[in-house]
């Protein structure tokens, strides 16, 4: 029996209307097992944030607490309707955490907001959410199972951005999951919180940014792994159809492609440089074992082809994506005295590691006179007073640091030299400059560094050119 797994984003927890819409998709998708992964709903996170950040300074957030409470309220009582009784048991559950979190910011106030905390305030919204659209299933007539992804899911200690530790992860699944799953005349459906998890020693912690995909990739994985029943998929709702080649903010003159098919490789390019749709360690976990992804329109849950599917199959004569990184540090370190003295490298990565600076694209001379490296705009400085200051630099080296954008132009047609020609060719015939260039030895992404005022210009070139 097949089953998938299904994250709802904030976007699809709007109203009544949207949770109606999860009633027909429940109702589409009927024949198969199914588990629940629910986001916080709309702009919760960032308001559990904030108050984190005004408890710790003392600041009012009784306006806050206020509100929260309202936007938990109002979806309650506009989605439950004449249900009195049901209501008032959503909003008694609402109550209780309510005052569990009041608790963390008087903590939060007198202990600062430090990563532990953070994550657990955050944690709240997903409960929220989560708790009512199982609540709203229940009503529906459906057999429900609320499970607070803490009971299921265990990761490392790195708060604010945790991974799965599996071994610890299936055992609980195995527990909490498995007879049900594996139960073929089962047809109960698993309501799980996203984006949050816990530790060993129990402390909530937070998966970082593209949580509640995550999620979703972590149980499929687990499931494959746990389960006697092999066919799986995951589908994220979004309020988009799905991947696009290329940012739709800088076309000008026509519609971006939807890319219907990619593989694993392809998508992870795609979402590094620029897809926010979703982040790349979601694909990691489902990865392994060939499980399939979709991006759907939440609006268009019947769509038969306008929708992207992530899998080991891809279509090799497209280009897949044209993506971009507005704005970078890109450092370029240099010395014509220091040539093929060894450890260049290794000393700048070791400062960079050290200080927690990613390094997202390099290049160097062969003669080794120049090496640049390209870093988050926010960490540009810090990174270039970092190298200035070493011993090993500060007398020998040169370091420079330019504020540039990044083009990726990904897909295994890239490959072809024929098709880096097109895509110097256009980019010099619209008089754009490239400053520095990075392949992978796979071929799966080339990327461009560029002025970032050219940054709109090149895409159009580029999606000209090849779409």
């Not at 950040?53 to 989605?79: Q, R």
């Not at 459906?142 to 607070?148: D, T």
């Not at 979703?278 to 990691?284: A, D, R």
């Not at 990327?447 to 050119?465: F, P, Q, R, Y």
């Amino acid at each position: 029996m097949a089953i998938v797994i299904m994250k709802f984003g904030g976007s699809c927890l709007q109203d009544a209307d949207s949770f109606k819409n999860i009633l027909n998709i429940t109702e589409i998708y009927k024949e198969h097992k199914k588990v629940y992964v629910a986001s916080a709903f709309k702009g919760i996170t960032d308001l559990l944030l904030d108050m984190g950040k005004k408890a710790e300074k003392g600041i009012d957030i009784d306006k806050n607490i206020a509100f929260i409470e309202k936007k938990n309220y109002d979806i309650i009582n506009e989605i439950f309707g004449d249900n009195e009784e049901n209501a008032n048991v959503a909003k008694e559950y609402i109550d209780k955490k309510i005052s569990e979190l009041e608790d963390a910011l008087i903590d939060v106030n007198e202990f600062g907001f430090e990563p532990y905390y953070q994550d657990y305030v955050l944690s709240f919204g997903e409960i929220f959410s989560t708790y009512i659209l199982h609540l709203y299933l229940k009503i529906n007539g459906y057999n429900i199972v609320f499970i607070p992804a803490t009971e299921l899911i265990i990761t490392d200690d790195n708060f604010g951005n945790a991974f799965p530790l599996y071994k610890y992860t299936q055992n609980r699944i195995r527990k909490k999951m498995v007879p049900l799953l594996d139960n073929p005349d089962d047809i109960t459906i698993f309501c799980i919180t996203g984006f949050i998890g816990r530790n060993k020693i129990g402390y909530i912690t937070t998966l970082g940014r593209g949580g509640s995909d995550y999620t979703a990739t972590i149980l499929a994985h687990v499931i494959y792994e746990t389960c006697k029943f092999k066919e799986i998929k995951v589908i994220l709702w979004k309020n988009v159809d799905g991947l696009l080649v290329s940012d739709p903010k800088y076309i000008n003159n026509s519609e971006p492609q939807l890319v219907k098919i990619l593989d694993y490789n392809e998508a992870k390019e795609l979402a590094f440089f620029g897809a926010k749709i979703l982040h790349p360690k979601c694909l990691e976990a489902i990865e392994p074992y060939k499980i399939p992804l979709e991006i759907r329109n939440f609006n268009k849950p019947l769509e038969k082809s306008q929708f992207t599917i992530i899998s080991e199959k891809t279509d090799k004569s497209n280009i897949k994506g044209i993506s971009t990184v507005e704005e970078v540090a890109m450092i370029t370190v240099s010395s014509g005295s220091m040539v093929e003295v060894p450890g260049v490298l290794a000393k700048i990565f070791n400062i960079m590691g050290d200080n927690k600076i990613n390094v997202s694209l390099v290049a160097q001379s062969s003669s080794e006179i120049n090496t640049t490296f390209i870093v988050d705009v926010n960490d540009g400085k810090k990174a270039t007073n970092l190298i200035k200051e070493n011993e090993f630099f500060k007398n020998f080296f040169e370091i420079k640091i330019e504020y540039v954008g990044i083009l990726a132009v990904i897909g295994l047609q890239v490959l072809d030299i024929k098709i880096k020609a097109r895509i110097f060719n256009a980019l010099s015939s619209n008089d754009i400059n490239v400053k520095s260039i990075s392949q992978s030895s796979e071929g799966l992404n080339i990327s461009l560094v560029i002025n970032k005022e050219d940054i709109e210009k090149a895409v159009n070139t580029l999606h000209e050119e090849f779409h």
